[in-house]
């Protein structure tokens, strides 16, 4: 659906996971360039070499509490009980 969708989008979100599926440099490239592109999710790499690549914004998440992290992790926390983090956005 990405090729008949993201083409006519005034704004589209992508996920993280495009970077570890190899999908982002496709994905970005149906992108009009008009559009406003986010990158989000907790595997948004927050780097403003992406803005270079079209992209508006990158939403995603920065450890500040390693130890809680791992406490959380450790014990199967959801993503929603992670203690330790930081929701971040990065704008162009």
């Not at 599926?21 to 948004?44: F, M, Q």
């Not at 791992?70 to 930081?86: D, E, H, M, N």
């Amino acid at each position: 659906k990405a090729l008949s969708l993201v083409p006519q989008s005034d704004v589209v979100g992508i996920t993280g996971t495009a970077f570890t599926n190899h999908t982002i440099e496709h994905l970005l490239s149906l992108c009009r360039p008009e559009a406003y592109v986010v990158i989000l999710g907790g595997t948004a790499p927050l780097s403003p070499v992406l803005f270079d690549y079209g992209v508006d914004a990158v939403s995603g998440t920065k450890v500040v509490n390693p130890e809680a992290v791992l406490r959380c992790v450790s014990q199967g926390a959801t993503f929603r009980q992670i203690k330790g983090i930081r929701l971040l956005t990065m704008k162009k």
